[in-house]
């Protein structure tokens, strides 16, 4: 009985050996799921890598299309006359806001104003709840960029894009013009161009000078206030190439900040402006009648009244101590209304519409720039031929006239007015004897130079000035105001001319305080403005300005003292 026992223990025992090698069987089994899942992460890792690789590719093929795309959308750098860069194509960084991938609001705006002091938190919120994505902040330095990323935040996005520098701000506004946001050219140069500064491949150069144009914007600012215009405008142009050295008109505008211009203020008053210029005219008008040979510059006219009528309307000489008898010469020089009517009846209509128009003085022209002003078009009879004399009843853009002013003192060769410097040499077309030139030149000196004449201020030693002034009522809705327009237009230097200098203040005021130094160096002062004219507004100006550009004109461009 114990023995059997002892068997049924042992028979255990084996029972125990052949349960162990069950257990063996088991780890075989966890093996092999081992081995499994081995493998199928080893193949989920090969096809998540096949997926990054082909993603990276279509990643480098997007970029290497975005940058040929970039590429294709840089527009062509515009420099000066001397090389200094006015608009620049460069890569910038820009960050922006997705609302949907930030949950504290309150958190990102700290953070954000830690680095842009000037966001606001009324515009941010308002954004933020209004817009699936806004900018915070365009044009980022490197050192900006670099801590905006850092900031690791999820809704912050950072993203390069093409754009267009202008390094002088409002320098150029009204010659360069904006781009839209698909750089595309909408004013100026920029639309003008558009085309070939997308294609060419090279600096585009203009015949600006930055140096002169700083020094006139800089005065025709400091004027705006001693006169209290509502603007101003300057153009300096070469007499002989038509090459444009400066083109002011104000107010201007940062072109930089890419914001729609609509307010009429903001015009190019050089080249959009259309305004009656008064006696400016006149110069034209003598002109006219000395290249027909109809006058000449002593031909006497007697028994001039003080005033005449036409078609029931008076038209009187501003100047009411001008002498009744004049020559063809004293009639500019003093800027007398009645001498100019009697000059034009002797030209006739025919043949003053055809020497203005020969001057290209009433209809548009064409230009570098597509905010051209057109002048309106003349209903001509006896009367419109009388005030048309003196400059009344007719407007056209101060460019036109500029352009007109330097064909008369050339020696009479047309030219075209430009911006842009080239090197071909165009064939000059001769329209005015050049003796018409030589006097016409010589009476603009006297106007300076002679204390009969009305532009005594601009009359700058050592420089020659010559030049025309001209005041007229501005007109609204079809009503001649007491609002004026004054101008000045001169030439220098008159024994050999060069450049011709066009000033413009547009609704100016007396000022009182204003203390008026004579340039002649005769060391006469005057204070106060007792005229609100040309000739103590625009020619002040000028003769500030002719001071301060003369050396440079002097030094860089040709000696002509």
């Not at 081995?38 to 989920?44: A, D, E, S, T």
């Not at 590719?57 to 970039?70: D, P, R, V, Y």
């Not at 100047?319 to 000059?343: C, W």
Request: hydrophobic fraction near 35%; glycine fraction near 6%; proline fraction near 3%.
């Amino acid at each position: 009985m114990t023995n059997n026992k002892k068997k049924k223990i042992y028979l255990s025992d084996y029972n125990d050996e052949f349960s162990f090698s069950k257990k063996i069987y088991k780890n075989n089994i966890s093996f092999n799921r081992i081995a499994f899942i081995f493998f199928f992460f080893l193949f989920i890792s090969l096809v998540f890598s096949v997926k990054i690789f082909y993603y990276g590719s279509i990643s480098e093929k997007k970029l290497s299309q975005t940058k040929i795309n970039q590429e294709s959308n840089i527009r062509s750098d515009i420099i000066d006359i001397n090389g200094n860069f006015l608009a620049k194509t460069v890569f910038t960084k820009n960050v922006g806001i997705n609302p949907k991938h930030e949950k504290d609001k309150k958190k990102l705006f700290l953070k954000l104003k830690l680095l842009f002091p000037d966001l606001d938190i009324e515009t941010f919120n308002d954004k933020f709840e209004k817009e699936n994505f806004f900018y915070i902040k365009k044009k980022l330095t490197p050192e900006k960029y670099n801590q905006v990323r850092l900031l690791g935040e999820k809704s912050v996005i950072t993203e390069q894009k093409i754009t267009r520098i202008y390094p002088h701000e409002n320098l150029f506004s009204h010659v360069l013009g904006q781009i839209d946001d698909d750089n595309n050219g909408i004013s100026g140069l920029e639309k003008s161009l558009d085309e070939e500064l997308k294609k060419l491949k090279k600096k585009i150069q203009l015949t600006l000078d930055t140096n002169i144009q700083f020094l006139i914007r800089n005065e025709l600012i400091k004027f705006e206030r001693i006169f209290q215009s509502k603007g101003s405008a300057a153009l300096l142009m070469n007499i002989n190439s038509g090459e444009i050295l400066s083109l002011v008109s104000l107010p201007d505008f940062n072109i930089n900040k890419r914001k729609e211009i609509i307010d009429e203020k903001f015009i190019n008053r050089i080249t959009k402006g259309v305004y009656e210029l008064g006696s400016i005219f006149k110069t034209f008008t003598i002109a006219g009648a000395l290249n027909e040979k109809i006058i000449e510059t002593n031909t006497i006219f007697e028994d001039l009244p003080k005033s005449i009528k036409c078609a029931g309307r008076k038209i009187s000489e501003y100047d009411i101590d001008i002498p009744s008898t004049l020559t063809t010469e004293q009639i500019l020089i003093r800027s007398g209304n009645i001498g100019s009517v009697r000059i034009a009846q002797k030209m006739g209509i025919e043949k003053t519409k055809s020497f203005l128009n020969s001057l290209n003085l009433l209809s548009s022209i064409d230009f570098d720039l597509d905010e051209m002003g057109k002048p309106l078009p003349l209903k001509w009879g006896k009367c419109k031929l009388a005030t048309v004399s003196f400059g009344h009843g007719i407007s056209t853009t101060p460019l036109q006239v500029a352009t007109a002013y330097a064909i008369i003192s050339n020696g009479g060769y047309k030219i075209k007015p430009t911006l842009l410097k080239k090197e071909i040499k165009i064939k000059k077309e001769q329209i005015l004897n050049k003796d018409v030139s030589n006097n016409i030149n010589s009476i603009l000196r006297k106007i300076v130079s002679t204390k009969e004449g009305t532009a005594n201020l601009a009359n700058v030693e050592g420089y020659s000035v010559g030049g025309k002034t001209g005041t007229a009522q501005k007109i609204e809705n079809g009503i001649y105001t007491k609002n004026k327009i004054n101008t000045f237009v001169s030439v220098f230097p008159t024994n050999k001319p060069k450049y011709v200098f066009l000033v413009l203040l547009d609704e100016p005021k007396t000022n009182s305080e204003y203390v008026y130094s004579y340039r002649d160096g005769s060391g006469i002062k005057y204070k106060g403005t007792p005229f609100n004219t040309a000739g103590w507004t625009t020619v002040e100006v000028a003769g500030r300005i002719i001071e301060k550009i003369g050396p440079i004109l002097a030094t860089k461009y040709g000696d002509f003292y």
